[in-house]
């Protein structure tokens, strides 16, 4: 019965471990990946060609360097959400003179989609933190 319960403290144990380890490896994903994760989805969901996706690839690079260099820096949290705005849109703009009417909008309903989600995460978020 010892030999059990010890089995599972220590399986119990290594789940624990090996959840944080991926978990570290999910937010250490450098800028140059999560610029080549969008530039990827780009490509599968908005059908650019060889043309585009070098541009899009540069652009998205561009604006994830800034958002690192933003990270590393001393702002406040607010002025740092402003700073991310104002790239969020320069950003728009430029793919907006590289993407198809039809390529933007579809990059805009994503955007939209995603921000309501993570909105309802932040209101979610809210709330259990109310009830605890």
Do not use: P
């Amino acid at each position: 019965m010892k030999n059990v319960f010890g089995s599972i403290f220590l399986l119990t144990v290594l789940l624990f471990v090996v959840h944080i380890i991926c978990a570290q490896k999910k937010s250490s994903s450098t800028h140059e990946e999560r610029a080549g994760k969008l530039t990827g989805w780009m490509k599968t969901n908005l059908q650019l060609n060889d043309d585009q996706l070098t541009q899009v690839q540069n652009i998205n690079l561009k604006y994830a360097n800034k958002t690192q260099e933003l990270q590393m820096g001393s702002m406040s949290r607010k002025q740092k959400l402003k700073v991310l705005k104002d790239n969020d849109k320069a950003k728009d703009v430029e793919l907006k003179n590289i993407f198809t009417a039809d390529q933007y909008n579809a990059y805009q309903a994503k955007k939209d989609e995603i921000r309501k989600q993570m909105k309802e995460k932040m209101r979610e978020k809210k709330t259990h933190g109310k009830m605890t």
